[in-house]
């Protein structure tokens, strides 16, 4: 089944402890990307990769950083996560221009 | 990537066509018109997509204008679980980056 799975799917940290949210994709697509969504807000996104080894910013990148080895694999880190980062964080996978993209089912985190 | 306008809220008795309306009077000519939704704090599911053809596929119809200055989501016999939020996204082909602009949507009721 053609997927974009995140994990984990719910965190609660402190602020300062280094986490990383995994995500990956079994589409072979080139383009992923990471969202973040709050209240009144929308859908923001952090940063998005075009290929292996090419990322770049997005709308709001201050605060993660984001890594891309495989093509499979993009994870999301948050080196000292504060509080402003609680958000519910989407990862987004296409094929390329012109195509929907998948979206994985969101990793809800809540830093204290 | 042109701005789009739908209403914030629609209702549609479950059986009935729900038909979603959006506004881009601004978009140009090698933009697509992209349709997606999400149910209550999951990921975004694609919908459709379409240039200036109507498109149909196993969830909805794409109706757009001959100006392309306006198009239609339709959801030929809308059931309780289409109950979600929808999107209607403008976006370039040929634009670098990879960000989905999501705007507020339309949040839709299927009522019983």
């Known amino acids: 089944e053609a997927q974009v799975t995140q994990n984990p799917r719910y965190l609660i940290t402190v602020t300062g402890k280094k986490l990383t949210v995994t995500c990956s994709q079994n589409m072979n697509h080139e383009y992923m990307s990471w969202y973040r969504q709050d209240p009144g807000l929308g859908l923001r996104q952090i940063y998005y990769s075009m290929n292996v080894e090419v990322t770049d910013k997005g709308d709001v990148p201050e605060g993660y950083k984001v890594s891309r080895k495989e093509k499979r694999n993009f994870p999301l880190i948050l080196e000292s996560p504060s509080p402003n980062q609680t958000s519910l964080y989407f990862c987004a996978s296409r094929t390329g221009q012109g195509y929907g993209a998948f979206f994985g089912q969101g990793t809800r985190l809540t830093v204290v | 990537d042109a701005k789009t306008t739908q209403p914030p809220s629609m209702d549609c008795a479950e059986g009935r066509a729900a038909n979603l309306p959006c506004n881009h009077s601004?978009?140009?000519?090698?933009?697509?018109v992209y349709w997606y939704r999400q149910i209550h704090s999951q990921g975004p599911q694609y919908i459709i997509h379409g240039l200036k053809n109507n498109e149909t596929n196993e969830m909805a119809s794409l109706i757009i204008t001959e100006d392309r200055k306006s198009s239609t989501l339709i959801l030929p016999h809308a059931t309780l679980r289409d109950t979600a939020v929808y999107y209607c996204?403008?976006?370039?082909?040929?634009?670098?980056?990879?960000?989905?602009?999501f705007g507020k949507g339309t949040s839709l009721l299927v009522t019983p």
């Open positions: 996204i403008v976006r370039g082909y040929s634009n670098s980056g990879y960000a989905l602009n």
């Open positions: 601004t978009i140009s000519g090698n933009e697509y």
